[in-house]
């Protein structure tokens, strides 16, 4: 039985005049404030069902506006408004897929501007709220606002420096809701919404809070709502830059690390020319700095991070420490291409250069230094490492692992530095261990990287030496290359091809120390076996980017079996060597075909090379 104020207020909000209803809602307002705990959720519901969602849209708008000849009345109008809806929202259940609730939000958005700081305050988390849809729902908060126009986003953007839920909303909204809008509009919307979030914070002494939301968005959001384009890529590594020129807070170093490493993700191609490239002729060289900020955080916390590793920083560190190595990873391959690109070595002085140059060494070298301490501690069982609930990540799971590893790849596989590649030598176990726990859910990829670094490291007798005492060909690069040919191209990725070809590089420079590694050849025959049975289908023209991969890699495999076949002639019986050199030319045969159809002449040329009479 409903009280006579419940029924008072019911009657009020059914009346025809918008005059009752708002009396009707002020009544409701105050019972909600006092007696709330006192009504059962079926009367709540009763309750918000009888207020007509086209008053409160009226009085959102009636208080929207700079001016008004009624001004406190359209204020107080849109006061109560919110403060009901608000309250609702606290009471009851599911408000993002109720559309009594989430249609509000376009009207909502757009009053943030001429509210009080309290309501503005309410307006937000009510908006907050209603964006968190669940993932299995089509229709809902996320979705009503992901499909709001740029122009409907403004305000709230324009407000973001003062309340960071903001950016939560955005984050939730483009998630939960993206997918709700055509690919091409949702990528321009976002873009847009990108370029105004950071002029928004323009003068801003921390874009803190901008940056991390920028990490989220470009690490949550699906790859297909990124801009190819972006136009606020500049003024982000600006403000990045201009951060990490001055002193920082641990949350602060965090927040533009992990933004530039997620722009260097996102954007490989274009991110790195706008981080690392420098005005010769200015006389502060701001990315220059950048890159050494970086450095100095990896070098000053890597010699506190075995200590670390059973507390409950550590999760927070290792993510920041991986980030700023993924950038050192970055700039090396940088530096690389500018050996060749007069443009970009405008930015880098000869004095730069030498100096980066030194830093780096020492840098790679320490953290090689760190994964040999971390592989020791984990083969000692020392408390902490072996357990992921002591230190939040195992050995296998840490994101400083492959990102060290990705950043000696780089380095050992371009850099002929007799040194690094020995010091390298010692990591080899670690190698090995990290590529047999690779079908592990919680292990990033690694394999690549791994094969990358051995490239470096066996030009060294001490990282040949070093491969030899572990069973890394024998259990892992050999059956990983096998499984990839037995497969006969089913459910394979590019990234298996690559890999493919990339282990067939490692072969060949085993082959050219054949005397030293003599346990490559026990499994060099089993592997000619596999490639003879190999089986190279035709293409067709116009092919994608894995077909190109896959190409790649049997031409690479050919050319591998080729030179074992060559190296192994003394002791192989005649008919094994025929029959195998039979195989290589039907397979020869189809791929200058393949190539053929493509019009590729020099990958002809590179098939025609090989000796195969």
């Known amino acids: 039985m409903e009280s006579p104020e419940v029924q008072k207020i019911h009657q009020l909000l059914a009346a025809k005049d918008d005059t009752s209803r708002f009396v009707g809602l002020l009544l409701l307002k105050t019972t909600l404030d006092k007696h709330a705990s006192d009504l ?16 409160l849209d009226r009085l959102i708008r009636t208080g929207s506006h700079s001016a008004s000849e009624q001004k406190k009345q359209s204020r107080d109008m849109l006061d109560v408004a919110v403060a009901v809806i608000y309250t609702f929202t606290k009471l009851l259940n599911d408000c993002a897929l109720n559309e009594r609730f989430y249609a509000r939000i376009p009207n909502l958005a757009n009053a943030v501007l001429y509210s009080s700081d309290e309501t503005t305050r309410r307006i937000v988390d009510l908006i907050h709220v209603l964006v968190q849809q669940p993932n299995d729902q089509v229709a809902g908060g996320a979705a009503c606002f992901a499909k709001l126009d740029v122009n409907d986003w403004v305000p709230l953007i324009e407000i973001a420096p003062q309340y960071e839920t903001i950016f939560s909303i955005f984050h939730w909204a483009w998630i939960k809701g993206g997918l709700a809008v055509p690919p091409e509009i949702m990528r321009a919307k976002i ?5 105004l979030f950071i002029s928004s914070f323009k003068g801003n002494d921390n874009p803190m809070r901008l940056l991390e939301f920028i ?3 470009l690490n949550n959001i699906d790859p297909n709502l990124r801009s190819s384009d972006p136009q606020w890529l500049q003024p982000v590594t600006r403000l990045i830059q201009d951060m990490a020129s001055r002193k920082q807070t641990d949350d602060g170093r965090r ?8 722009l260097l993700a996102a954007y490989p191609e274009k991110a790195p020319e706008a981080l690392f490239s420098d005005d010769p002729n200015s006389s502060e060289p701001i990315a220059y700095l950048f890159v050494k900020m970086v450095q100095v955080d990896i070098l000053s916390t890597l010699h506190v991070l075995i200590p670390k590793l059973s507390t409950s920083e550590y999760l927070s560190i290792s993510h920041r420490i991986a980030a700023a190595l993924d950038i050192i990873t970055a700039f090396v391959g940088f530096l690389i291409i500018a050996a060749d690109d007069t443009t970009i070595q405008h930015g880098l002085t000869p004095d730069r250069i030498l100096k980066l140059h030194e830093d780096l060494a020492r840098t790679i070298g320490d953290v090689m230094e760190y994964l040999r301490d971390r592989w ?6 020392a408390r902490g490492i072996e357990s992921a609930q002591a230190s939040g ?12 590893i990705r950043l000696i790849a780089t380095w050992l596989r371009d850099d002929d530095g007799e040194t690094l590649r020995t010091q390298a030598a010692g990591l080899i176990e670690l190698f090995t261990e990290l590529y047999g726990n690779q079908h592990s859910p919680d292990m990033p990829e690694v394999r690549l990287p791994i094969i990358a670094a051995l490239e470096g490291i066996l030009q060294t007798s001490d990282g040949r030496e070093a491969f030899t005492d572990t069973n890394l060909l024998s259990q892992h690069l050999y059956p990983d290359l096998r499984g990839i040919l037995a497969s006969q191209d089913e459910d394979l990725t590019a990234g298996d091809y690559i890999r493919g070809s990339a282990i067939e590089q490692v072969l060949h420079i085993l082959l050219e120390y054949d005397d030293e590694v003599s346990r490559y050849r026990a499994g060099s025959m089993d592997l000619l076996e596999s490639i003879a049975k190999y089986d190279v289908k035709p293409v067709k023209a116009g092919v994608g980017v894995q077909e190109r991969y896959r190409l790649d890699f049997q031409t690479d495999t050919l050319e591998l079996a080729v ?23 039907g397979i020869a ?6 190539w053929g159809v493509l019009n590729d002449e020099s990958m002809i040329a590179r098939v025609e090379e090989l000796h195969l009479d």
Do not use: M
């Open 563 to 585: 030179t074992i076949l060559e190296s192994s002639s003394r002791g192989v019986p005649p008919k094994f060597q025929q029959r195998i050199n039979t195989a290589l030319k």
């Open 215 to 217: 990490t989220h968005a």
């Open 40 to 55: 059962e959720q079926e009367q709540v519901a009763a309750l918000w069902n009888s207020i007509s969602p086209r008053f």
């Open 191 to 195: 873009d847009d919404a990108f370029r």
């Open 255 to 262: 927040a533009y690390t992990q933004c530039a490493a997620a």
């Open 393 to 404: 990540s195992s050995i296998f799971e840490d994101p400083i692992i492959p990102a060290a």
């Open 376 to 381: 020791d501690a984990f083969l000692a069982g």
């Open 589 to 594: 045969s189809k791929l200058k075909e393949n």
